[in-house]
């Protein structure tokens, strides 16, 4: 059975461990209605719209 011959260092352990934890940016969509960014699936909070259908009523 294989064996390691020497200990991994606390670098290369913690290298390891943190390329996992990176935080990615959050996906985002234009709005078809006015054309600001929003969160994909959700509604718009510029004007408003989800679906082609106004379902807050902003001023």
Avoid: F
Avoid at 15 to 22: G, I, K, P, Q, V
Avoid at 43 to 55: K, L, Q, S, T, W
């Amino acid at each position: 059975m294989a064996v390691p011959k020497q200990k991994k260092g606390r670098g290369a352990t913690h290298t390891r461990r943190s390329a996992n934890s990176r935080l990615d940016a959050p996906a985002r969509s234009v709005c078809p209605q006015c054309g600001a960014t929003k969160l994909p699936h959700r509604v718009c909070p510029n004007c408003g719209h989800y679906r082609d259908r106004e379902v807050i009523v902003t001023e």
